[in-house]
Structures are given as structure tokens and as C-alpha cells.
């Protein structure tokens, strides 16, 4: 019962209690004779108006047919009418129009069957405001208990009227804003005790409202995770703390999610908890990738200390500090950054801290025991710091691996020839970096073997090619010396005269010094060709390396009928390499045209040797108006040992590839020819210095 219904009740047993003073006194008024003076009445008339106007609220009475009466002064003040106009109170508009039709229908019921009246609607005051009003009637008995009359009492419950209607609408409110939330939410009493679960919840469980009530939202928990969401739910409202855990809850289809569920308790202002508010959270995507970390890191753990590589972690947070403080200020390029700073590279050394290696890198660096390599790694780069400057260079540019064949120097104090990588974990993150170590001293001095026999092999095709230049290099150098002959008979013819001609024979000496001076040109150039000397590499003009190497092959040309063009493109920047080695290519392409041509019904047998610049490069081009060369046969002219020839051995453009590619360019062959024979062409890397 309520604060209004206790003080309407009490204000009805006063009124009953009055009610019966006023009986037994009108009883008295009507046993006095009515001798009495008209002023005595007039004051006894007064006696049940005073008694009326001392109960504190509004009152009025009815006659036993239910027309009104009396009305006390506040019945009379708050509709501001004089009590003639009130006796149609019900009717004439004092009620509001929405309640008066049930109310007037209510009264005359509990009029015609004796039953107390009680409603509440709304009445309009002298203000034109409508409040509302709880009204009861009681029927009051005479003295043989027939109803005589009726005891009006009007109590103003506007204030809980309307605080009533803001919590229902705070409710509705609240249930909407709840059921609009987009995830499942809920609220308990302060034991527990589920009362209301919103729509998001209920469509994920397929429960209804009633049945997840109470404790039945468990029957949607994960058989294994049930009884640990109650024991914990249980100790919650005891100790007043957050709930604060994670669990899986069944959809309508039968499958189970990770929810995170927490719940915070609504206390009042005496601390007491008044509700508990709580929403899940669909965790299951998280879930799968913390599990998908963890196996991450696990197969992460397993390869970094299983891999036959030698691995190692550092800490690159201080090198991370040190690039963004150089950042900061403006530093762009850290090579010229390098070149202003002699000590940077050993602070960034030290800087970079080995956290953790693995059993590969503690056996190939020489150590015992893995803790021997955690720390500073600087030592290790005592025979090799420009690979750790470019690697460092590449960190700050922003790439996440770098990667060089360098030296590093063990524990032990032995060099070895090594792969380095360096990987940044995250783009642009140098904080983690892992450092991978391959041991190619095996493949180094395996490497260093092909070198050696490839240059065997390559002698070996310059003595095979001399041998088939044999009777070309005979006539180049029988001209010089027939030359020097004929010159020296004819001085002595010159001498011996009466009169020697010594101006004449002077001449011819002359000659002859220049023919020898050819002779003994050819010979060093034979000789050089024949020698087996490692490759010098110097700057080269290509230019005259070309003309050289066509000082062999102009016997062999002219024998042939071969008519040579030379395009060569003037003022070319030089190119580093081995002298020899590009005239072995130079020949060894002629020679192969020249063959070529001579075994065709050619009727025009020309070669023509272009040069010019490609970007970064210098090409070399031979162009025969030969036959060109086999389409199925294009793929295979590198390949050792595949020859074209009856004669050949297969060596010669194999030779000439290894020497292009040892000098870091390109060779290549196709049928593109402007003479319609086959065309070579071998691409050369410039030097960055200009020759005189």
C-alpha cells in the first residue's frame, strides 16, 4: 500500500467516525422544539460545515439518490465555484471529457448496489489545469442501516500520477534504448535474478523472453563453460564486484560462440545494489586470432630454432629512436649522413642488441653456449662494415630485407664467406629485426673452381681459335717480314752503288724498322691471346678493342670475300674488363658469321659490327647476311658442347657467354639481322670514369 492509499484510508475512518457525530447530533436537532430562536439554528446548522472544512482535502457529501450537497472550503477553492455551481460538478465540465463518461457510470453503480466508490480521473481547478484526483464515496448508514447518504473524498495524486507516468516512460525508454543496442544486453535484481533480456539477445539464442528469464539463460551456455559462469555469477552479488569473463553461448542454429560477459551493479545512494547491468560480447573472432597468433608464434619458435640457418633476434628500438630523431631533423639520406659522421656506424653496431639465437648460429659462429652471442653483435662485422652500413641504409629507406654475400668474423677468430640477410618484423618498424646466416665458404671456393676452369676453358678455345686463325696469323705476319726483306735487299742495292744513295736507303731503313715494329705487334697480340694469364681488369675503350681484334681476322676476311661495315658510335664512355677476354668474344663472333656465310649460296657475304649507347650500357652488335639460325636450334647455342658445326666443339659460344656475364653483362642471339642472317649482341655495364 502505497503513501496516498494510507492517508486516504485514514482520512475515511475520520470521515466514518464524524459521520457518525453529525447522525447523532442532527437526531438532537430534530428532538428540540422548534421554539428555538433562528439564530441558535442558525449556528447549530453551521456545526457539520465546520466539521467538513477541518479534514484535509476535498470533501463532499450526497444524498442517498447521490445529488450533492455539502462541499468543504477546499472542495469550493480548488474548482473556484460557489457550491450551488458545484452540485453538477461530475457533469458540467469540473471533470476532464476523457474520464467523465467511466466516472459518472462508476458512481451510479456504486450508488444503486450500496458499493464504495473509488476511481481516480482527472479535474479541472480554477486554473483551467487538470489534475488528477483518486476520488472514493462511502455510503453512510442511518440508524436502521439503510443508506441515508454518501461521504465524497477527493486526494490529489497528481505528483505520483505523473512521477508514475515518467517511470514507465524512463522504462519504455530505457527497454528501447536496451533493445537497441547492437549486441546482447540484460538486467538483473541484485541476487541475480534475470528480469529483462533485450531482442538482440534473444534472436542470437532463439530463446523467448520467458524462457531465458530467471537462471533459464543458462541452458544457452556451453555445457563445458556452465558451471564456471554460475559459480562466478553467484559470487558477484555477494561481493559486489564486476563480472568480468568469457564463455560460449549456443546460437539458434546450434553453434557455439565466445562471448566476453560483463555485468556492473547500479547501486543507491545508501551503496546498496539496487540492479545488475550486463552485455555479451561476440569474442569469437578475436578467439580465432589469438589462436591463430599463438600457432603464429609457435611455428614462429619452432623455425627460428629448428632452421638449418643460422637466426638471430635483436632489439632495434634504440636504432629506431636514433632514425627517428635523424628524421626529425630533416636527415633523408643516411649514406651521405654516413659519410659526414665517422662514429655513426659503431654507435649503431652497439645499438643493435642480439636477444636470442638459435643452435644453427651458435655452432657456425664459433660459440659454446648461445648466451655467448646475446649482446652487442659488433665484433662479428670487424671484416665486413659496409655490408652492415647498406644494411642499415636499407632499414632507414624503409625496406623490410636486405640481403649480401659478405664475411664475418667467429668467436673463434675464423672468416667465413656467408649469405647475410637483415628482416624488419613490420614495414617501417626497425624495433624487431632477424638476422639469417647461410655458410657459403663451400659454395665460395666452389664458386672460385668454375671461375679457375672457366678460364681454362676459355684458354683453351683462344689456343683452339688461334689454331684455326693459324694461316691468317702466318700471312699478317709474313707481310711485315716479306716487307722488311724486300726493303733491306733493296738498301744494300742502294749502297753498293758508285755513288751510294744514302737518302734512299735511309728511307727504306726506315721501312723496315716500321714493318718490324708491326711484326712484333702481331707476335704480343698472338701471344697475349695464347697466354694463360688470370683476366686483367683495366678501362677499355670498345672502340679499339674492336679494331684490334680485327687485326687477326683480316686475312681470314679477305680469303672469305667477307665485306665488313663497322657502325661504331663515337665518344662512347668506357667499359672495365680483361682485354683479351673481349677480344676472344669479338673474335670468336666474327669467325662465326664469317662460317656462317661460307657455307651458304649467299651471293653477298657481309658483316656489319655496330656500338652504341643503351642506358646504362654499351651494345655490341654483329649482323650476317647469312642464312640465320635454326628456330629449334635458337635455344640450345649456349648450352656447352652443342655445336652447328661438323667440326665444332661446341665451346666457343659458352666461353663467350661466361666471359660476358663475368664482366656483368648480357649475350644474346636471334634472327632480327637488317642483312637477313643472324644477329649477336653483347650488352657491357659503363665504367663510372672517362677515358682520355
Request: hydrophobic share 40%; glycine share 6%.
Amino acid at each position: 500500500m502505497n503513501r496516498l492509499d494510507k492517508v486516504a484510508g485514514a482520512v475515511s475512518r475520520w470521515v466514518r467516525r464524524s459521520q457518525l457525530g453529525i447522525s447523532r447530533y442532527q437526531s438532537k436537532l430534530l428532538g428540540r422544539r422548534e421554539a428555538h430562536s433562528g439564530a441558535k439554528k442558525a449556528r447549530l446548522s453551521d456545526e457539520p460545515r465546520l466539521v467538513l472544512d477541518s479534514i484535509p482535502g476535498l470533501i463532499c457529501t450526497m444524498s442517498s439518490t447521490g445529488a450533492f450537497e455539502l462541499f468543504n472550503r477546499q472542495f469550493v477553492e480548488y474548482f473556484g465555484r460557489a457550491p450551488a455551481e458545484l452540485r453538477a460538478w461530475m457533469t458540467d465540465g469540473a471533470v476532464h471529457p476523457d474520464d467523465r463518461a467511466g466516472a459518472t457510470s462508476a458512481l451510479g453503480r456504486s450508488i444503486a448496489t450500496g458499493t464504495p466508490y473509488d476511481t481516480e480521473i482527472r479535474c479541472r481547478g480554477a486554473d483551467g489545469a487538470y489534475r488528477w484526483f483518486q476520488v472514493r464515496a462511502l455510503p453512510v448508514p442511518n440508524a436502521v442501516n439503510r443508506i441515508c447518504g454518501w461521504y465524497v473524498l477527493l486526494v490529489d495524486i497528481d505528483d505520483r500520477k505523473r512521477a508514475e507516468q515518467a517511470a514507465r516512460t524512463s522504462e519504455r525508454d530505457l527497454s528501447t534504448i536496451i533493445n537497441a543496442i547492437p549486441m546482447p544486453a540484460w538486467s538483473t535484481r541484485p541476487d541475480g535474478f534475470c528480469d529483462f533480456i533485450n531482442q538482440r539477445w534473444l534472436e542470437y539464442t532463439g530463446l523467448s523472453a520467458e524462457e531465458a528469464r530467471g537462471w533459464g539463460w543458462g541452458s544457452a551456455i556451453h555445457p563445458d563453460d556452465v558451471k564456471g559462469v554460475a559459480e562466478y555469477w553467484r559470487t558477484c552479488p555477494v561481493s559486489g564486484q564486476r563480472l568480468d569473463m568469457e564463455a560460449r553461448i549456443r546460437r539458434f542454429d546450434g553453434d557455439y560462440r565466445w562471448f566476453l560477459f560483463r555485468a556492473s551493479p547500479l547501486r543507491d545512494d545508501a551503496a546498496n545494489i539496487v540492479a545488475w547491468y550486463g552485455t555479451n560480447t561476440d569474442i569469437e573472432d578475436l578467439k580465432t586470432s589469438e589462436r591463430a597468433l599463438r600457432d603464429s608464434e609457435q611455428r614462429y619458435r619452432h623455425l627460428f630454432h629448428h632452421m638449418p640457418v643460422a637466426m638471430m633476434k635483436l632489439d632495434g628500438r634504440d636504432l629506431r629512436e636514433i632514425f627517428n630523431g635523424l628524421r626529425a631533423a630533416g636527415v633523408k639520406d643516411l649514406s651521405t649522413y654516413l659519410d659526414r659522421d665517422q662514429d655513426f656506424l659503431g654507435r649503431a653496431m652497439d645499438t643493435l642488441v642480439i636477444e636470442e639465437a638459435n643452435e644453427q648460429a651458435v655452432r657456425m659462429l664459433g660459440a659454446s653456449r648461445r648466451e655467448q652471442l646475446l649482446g652487442s653483435g659488433a665484433n662479428f662485422w670487424q671484416l665486413s662494415p659496409r655490408t652492415f652500413r647498406r644494411s642499415i641504409e636499407s632499414s632507414f629507406r624503409g625496406a623490410t630485407a636486405f640481403q649480401e654475400e659478405t664475411r664475418l668474423i667467429t668467436l673463434d677468430g675464423r672468416a667465413v664467406d656467408v649469405l647475410f640477410t637483415a628482416a624488419n618484423l613490420r614495414p617501417m618498424d626497425e624495433s624487431v629485426m632477424i638476422y639469417g646466416i647461410v655458410d657459403i665458404t663451400d659454395r665460395v671456393r666452389a664458386q672460385e673452381t668454375i671461375q679457375q676452369l672457366r678460364a681454362e676453358f676459355a684458354h683453351a678455345a683462344r689456343i683452339s681459335m688461334l689454331g684455326e686463325l693459324a694461316a691468317s696469323i702466318a700471312h699478317e705476319i709474313n707481310q711485315p717480314l716479306a716487307a722488311i726483306r724486300t726493303n733491306s735487299e733493296t738498301s744494300l742495292r742502294y749502297l753498293d752503288r758508285p755513288v751510294a744513295d744514302i737518302a734512299k736507303a735511309r728511307q727504306l731503313i726506315e721501312r723496315s724498322v716500321d714493318d718490324a715494329a708491326r711484326a712484333v705487334d702481331i707476335i704480343s697480340h698472338i701471344r697475349a691471346m695464347a697466354a694463360g694469364k688470370p683476366p686483367q681488369q683495366t678501362m677499355l675503350s670498345l672502340r679499339n678493342v674492336i679494331e684490334e681484334a680485327l687485326i687477326f681476322l683480316r686475312s681470314e676476311l679477305q680469303s672469305t670475300a667477307v665485306s665488313v661495315s663497322l657502325d661504331l658510335a663515337p665518344a662512347l664512355p668506357p667499359v672495365i674488363g680483361d682485354r683479351v677476354q673481349l677480344q676472344q668474344v669479338i673474335v670468336n663472333l666474327a669467325i662465326n658469321a664469317v662460317q656462317a656465310m661460307t657455307q651458304s649460296a649467299s651471293a653477298q657475304r657481309r658483316l656489319l659490327i655496330r656500338t652504341e649507347l643503351a642506358e646504362a650500357c654499351i651494345s655490341c652488335t654483329f649482323e650476317d647476311s647469312g642464312p640465320g639460325i635454326d628456330p629449334q636450334k635458337l635455344g640450345q647455342l649456349f648450352r656447352s658442347f652443342f655445336t652447328t658445326k661438323d667440326s665444332g666443339m661446341g665451346m666457343g659460344l659458352p666461353v663467350c657467354r661466361s666471359i660476358v656475364e663475368a664482366h656483368g653483362g648480357e649475350l644474346r642471339a636471334d634472327n632480327q639481322s637488317e642483312l637477313g642472317g643472324a644477329r649477336f649482341s653483347f650488352l657491357l655495364p659503363l665504367s663510372d670514369t672517362s677515358l682520355d
